[in-house]
């Protein structure tokens, strides 16, 4: 075991707190990663703040990470001393499912075993990245390219693999007109990556205020879900909804502006549930679906297409002292468009 600098939350009303946790020793197909940077999803704050359920305080949150690997086991072949490294939001799996046989390991039959919060194969509660190292077995470890910055890579990990991810799945491309709800940390990746993929993007958003910012992710237009006249003017156009949004939403006035066989695609993950009336996909058989995440095999694959692309997210570092700080800027939809802890500040 090896004590490390983290962050932790104590309870759902307290602020974040510096702290030490313990790492398990190095075992034969792990790898030590010595923390470069960590991103702040929302995922986190649902997290820590009680929302999702019962919380196993102290508890170290962090799922998008990116570092150098220190140190590896004796039988770990697919990474050396130096490598350039992610873990994303699981850490293991069965691995002997049907799904993960399919590479498809967030949708375990099992549970995956989530990088925060879970219950580890040793019995101890998975801490996340909002510290100095981690130890995670090889086949949850992604290589990040070189091409992309590193204090930009952190937010792949699960922003954008969650946007890749039912982007890709439900085929956005050329001649495909998709919809991102919502210019958060994954809205703007969602908004980046189907634009690349080569979709017609459009963004909508509670006001226009990120307008600017919108058309230069490579949307084509951008509308506020503040105005009504959007929902009229929008009814039936879209073959793809990616839902990024935090927040319980009116599902009828969306639903409705899917086209014939049209998808609404949730990844916000609101506490509440997002009630559909049925009526609204009638109309023009319309899907209400939801995503988690992404594979493994896909998060290399995501990060392989970003780094081509010359796709990374929009990063606005902070120092382990402003988590507290960076939370309440999130939840006031004031992020632009990703917090990143530099883990420096916390050696
Ligand atoms: P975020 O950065 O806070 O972005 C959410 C955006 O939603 C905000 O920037 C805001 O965009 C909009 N929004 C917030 N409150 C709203 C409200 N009351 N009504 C309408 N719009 C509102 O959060 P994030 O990190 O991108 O995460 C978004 C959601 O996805 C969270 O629920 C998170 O837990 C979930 N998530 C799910 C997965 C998965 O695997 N499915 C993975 C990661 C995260 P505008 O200012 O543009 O309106
Ligand atoms: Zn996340
Ligand atoms: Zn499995």
Request: with cysteine.
């Amino acid at each position: 075991m090896r004590t490390v600098n983290a962050i932790a939350a104590v309870s759902a009303t307290e602020p974040l707190v510096r702290t030490t946790i313990e790492r398990r020793d190095v075992g034969a197909r792990d790898v030590l990663i010595e923390i470069r940077y960590a991103g702040i999803c929302h995922s986190d704050i649902h997290t820590v703040r009680g929302e999702w359920g019962t919380v196993p305080y102290p508890l170290t949150v962090g799922h998008e990470i990116v570092g150098v690997v220190a140190e590896v086991g004796g039988e770990v072949s697919k990474y050396a001393v130096g490598d350039r490294v992610g873990v994303g939001c699981m850490v293991n799996s069965c691995r002997e499912c049907e799904n993960c046989r399919a590479g498809q390991e967030q949708y375990c039959l099992k549970g995956n075993t989530g990088t925060y919060a879970a219950v580890d194969r040793d019995g101890t509660v998975t801490q996340g990245g909002y510290s100095t190292h981690i130890v995670v077995d090889e086949d949850f470890v992604l290589r990040v390219p070189e091409a992309i910055p590193y204090e930009k890579a952190a937010p792949l990990l699960c922003a954008g693999i969650t946007t890749y991810s039912p982007l890709s799945h439900w085929n956005a491309g050329p001649g495909k007109k998709v919809a991102v709800v919502g210019l958060g940390g994954l809205g703007h990746m969602a908004v980046k990556i189907a634009a690349a993929m080569g979709a017609d993007v459009t963004v909508l958003s509670q006001t226009l205020g990120k307008k600017d910012d919108g058309l230069a992710f490579g949307a084509s237009a951008y509308h506020a879900t503040s105005d009504p006249a959007t929902f009229e003017t929008l009814k039936n156009s879209f073959d793809l909804i990616i839902n990024t949004v935090s927040a319980k939403i009116d599902m009828a006035s969306y639903l409705r502006l899917l086209r014939l066989d049209g998808t609404f695609v949730s990844v916000g993950a609101p506490p509440e549930p997002l009630p559909v009336p049925v009526f609204a996909l009638f109309g023009a058989r319309r899907s209400f679906a939801g995503s988690s995440i992404g594979g493994i095999a896909e998060t290399q694959e995501m990060l392989d297409f970003c780094a081509e692309r010359g796709i990374a997210p929009e990063v606005e570092l902070i120092s382990a002292d402003q988590v507290n700080e960076a939370y309440e800027r999130v939840l006031k939809s004031d992020v632009r468009y990703r917090f990143v802890i530099d883990a420096e500040t916390l050696r």
